[in-house]
């Protein structure tokens, strides 16, 4: 009875909606010409801007004013301007459609980068402050400027060059004016020979920077029959209007620069009769889509949990999430391991997000930003490099391509789900590799692997895949949020052991996770040789023997407020719902500050408060500290060093001075690498930076100072 209730009201609403639309329609109708309406009508209503007018409405009036030919559009095409050349009384010209082409095939099998650009992914900004990513002047940048404008969606960056569907073309040429080096023209679409290449430098130049680029050998010039092609600043030009598509410039050219391409001419009869059975199927469509809405809308076909979907009031929760049991793909890669692309079919929107973590490319220069760390981190390889990490999508790349050195293979314990599987296979033996030979049998960046195992398919189970989180908590495993710990297997605190090389976590338990605990482990551990003390390096300057922290931002969390109610998941991943009502963990990683819904998670315990403004004043409070007590820490490493140098006290005065040294940086360090900069637990980041700051001013006592 409710649900017949609910649909008579909605349907008596849309009659009284309608009829007062009728009467509005009429009231308040201004005559216009009708001829405009009907242009209007004919025009594909991209309001792309390509005929030159700010849309299809303006071009509409501008033809009927007589301001504009009949075939201006060049998205429509010929049917478009034969149908207003009969609405204008006036023959339309017809031109053969365009397509807009890449002129380069600088891949990154053909071409390299002049090193990692870091900055606005906008061609047209980079070019603007000089940067050219790749080594040839004259390539594409790959950065999507193009990407961007195409109203069509009909341009894709692939293996770093942009390049055309024609099917979805329509010349618009919007990407042609987007492209800061030229390298986009449009051309008529049933010509298929094309040039992929407009460097101009001489042939020699041109090898050095791209083995796929035009090297002005003019031999394609000497085939051509028709006077089609010319030489244009060394690199070669076809003239469209004499080109008879022979391809034999194609089979001459050496570089094969010169190609055809494939794409599809568009079939031109019969595209009337087609367009009609189009408009009665859209007509039929419409009908059916409003019928469909009156009775989804009151439960009748799409049942309870749609209709809770279109009337939902509340946020999300975990209670919501759709699991789904699929049976696992057979795995592509060639350790074993069932990857993203794999898992793709069973969960496009997971996979989808997850590829997104590619937008997060930003990196900041800790060395830069806050100099004095190059002196606190002398002779480690922080001292070289230290940036912010980008998104997982990057893993793999950025440990290869760091200045830090990497010589064993336990380097990319966090960066691949290959190189879990392979220690899972091999055993421990595998974090001695060396780091060139494992990295070739690596094939992808953290991925589904790392947090589900290959059992993601049994309702999203998550496995713990990393040897040394098991070895290390033992029976706390099950202690510790699922949820967290997946993320925990990399954002730790961990060290080398060495034995082995092993990766190993410095405790066993959550209350082991705090930095004073974790200090006493290092402190007395004792190594091979016997004697006792854990250290990463010792500093030349100052001859202590130095801890370097990591990330550890689970001990952060786990020993915060926080972590009895949420877990890593809760405020890194956002819940989505699907069109269907599908409701799922979307996999890009975002900081809650950045992603409303998370924000309004906050509001079960913070009411009303503005979480922003909270949230970035702790940050704000935390790094100004960070950066007071790291330049006095740096003053004490250099007034130790200058003790040394002076030889003035003993070996054991200066050891406990060291000592004092090593402890004040561990505390700083603990807090500095935490990502979350206090949020996670502000009251640990203070009272880190505030121990680190008391051992300082015990360690300059002792120098005197």
């Not at 050998?217 to 080109?243: F, P, R, W």
Request: with cysteine.
């Amino acid at each position: 009875m409710v649900i017949l209730i609910a649909t008579i009201v909605i349907v008596l609403i849309g009659v009284i909606v309608g009829a007062g639309l009728v009467y509005a329609g009429k009231k308040f109708f201004v005559p216009v010409d009708e001829r405009e309406a009907a242009v209007r009508e004919c025009l594909p209503g991209n309001n792309c801007g390509a005929c030159g007018y700010a849309g299809c409405d303006a071009m509409a009036a501008a033809i009927v004013a007589g301001d504009a030919p009949v075939n201006g559009c060049p998205v429509g095409g010929a049917v478009c301007a034969e149908k207003i050349g009969g609405i204008m009384g006036k023959e339309a010209q017809i031109l053969e459609r365009q397509v807009a082409f890449v002129r380069c095939k600088g891949t990154c099998d053909n071409t390299k980068k002049q090193g990692n650009y870091v900055g606005v992914t906008d061609c047209r900004a980079a070019a603007l402050g000089g940067v050219n990513v790749g080594e040839c002047d004259y390539g594409c940048m790959g950065l999507g400027s193009c990407v961007d404008v195409c109203p069509q969606g009909a341009i894709t960056l692939v293996d770093g060059v942009a390049q055309v569907d024609p099917r979805k073309c329509v010349a618009c040429g919007l990407c042609v004016k987007a492209c800061p080096k030229g390298l986009i023209e449009l051309i008529p679409e049933s010509k298929h020979v094309v040039v992929q290449c407009r460097n101009k430098d001489r042939g020699p130049l041109v090898k050095k920077v791209c083995s796929a680029g035009c090297i002005g050998c003019t031999l394609c010039v000497k085939q051509c029959e028709s006077d089609a092609i010319h030489m244009e600043g060394n690199v070669a030009k076809i003239n469209y209007d004499n080109c008879t598509q022979c391809g034999k410039c194609a089979e001459k050219c050496p570089s094969k620069v010169i190609t055809r391409t494939t794409a599809p001419v568009q079939e031109k009869k019969g595209e009337e009769k087609m367009e009609k059975r189009n408009q009665a199927a859209k007509l039929l469509i419409g009908l059916v889509v409003v019928v469909l809405a009156v009775l989804l809308l009151g439960g009748i076909v799409g049942g309870e949990k749609l209709l809770l979907r279109l009337t939902r009031t509340t946020p999300l929760t975990r209670a919501d999430i759709t699991y789904k049991t699929v049976a696992a793909p057979d795995p592509s890669s060639k350790d074993g391991t069932i990857n993203a692309a794999d898992w793709q079919a069973a969960y496009p929107e997971i996979v989808a997000t997850m590829w997104d973590n590619k937008k997060n490319d930003y990196i900041l220069d800790y060395l830069e930003q806050d100099s004095y760390l190059v002196n606190i981190y002398e002779n480690f390889g922080f001292a070289k490099e230290y940036g912010s990490a980008r998104g997982h999508e990057y893993c793999l790349e950025d440990v290869n391509n760091t200045a830090r050195p990497h010589g064993k293979a336990n380097c990319l314990t966090c960066k691949t789900p290959n190189f879990a599987k392979l220690v899972n296979d091999q055993g421990v033996s595998a974090y001695k590799m060396s780091f060139e030979e494992a990295y070739k049998l690596m094939e992808e960046s953290v991925s589904c692997y790392t947090c589900h195992g290959n059992d993601a398919g049994e309702k999203g189970k998550l496995v713990i895949t990393h040897s040394y989180v098991n070895k290390a908590l033992k029976d706390n495993v099950s202690k510790i949020d699922a949820a967290t710990l997946s993320c925990g297997q990399c954002h730790i605190e961990y060290y080398f052991t060495p034995e082995d090389a092993e990766t190993m976590m410095p405790y066993g338990s959550v209350e082991e996770m705090t930095p004073e605990a974790i200090l006493a482990y290092y402190d007395n551990m004792v190594l091979p040789d016997g004697t006792v003390g854990f250290s990463d390096f010792t500093q030349p300057s100052t001859g202590a023997k130095m801890l370097k922290a990591q990330h550890p931002e689970m001990e952060t969390f786990l020993t915060g407020k926080h972590a009895k109610l949420l877990n890593c998941a809760d405020c890194h991943m956002p819940l989505e719902e699907t069109e269907k009502g599908t409701v799922y963990h979307s996999h890009l990683l975002v900081s809650p500050l950045e992603n409303e819904t998370l924000l309004k998670s906050c509001a079960t315990c913070h009411k009303d408060e503005d979480m922003k403004a909270r949230v970035k004043g702790i940050q704000k409070k935390v790094t100004a500290r960070e950066t007071e007590v790291g330049k006095k820490l740096s003053d004490f490493k250099d007034a130790l060093a200058a003790a040394v140098t002076e030889g003035a006290m003993s070996e054991t005065e200066l050891d406990a001075v060291r000592k004092l040294y090593r402890d004040a940086q561990w505390f700083f360090d603990f807090c500095y690498v935490e990502n979350a900069e206090g949020a996670h637990n502000s009251e640990l980041a203070y009272r880190c930076l505030d121990t680190a700051e008391k051992k300082i001013e015990e360690g300059l006592a002792l120098l005197g100072k």
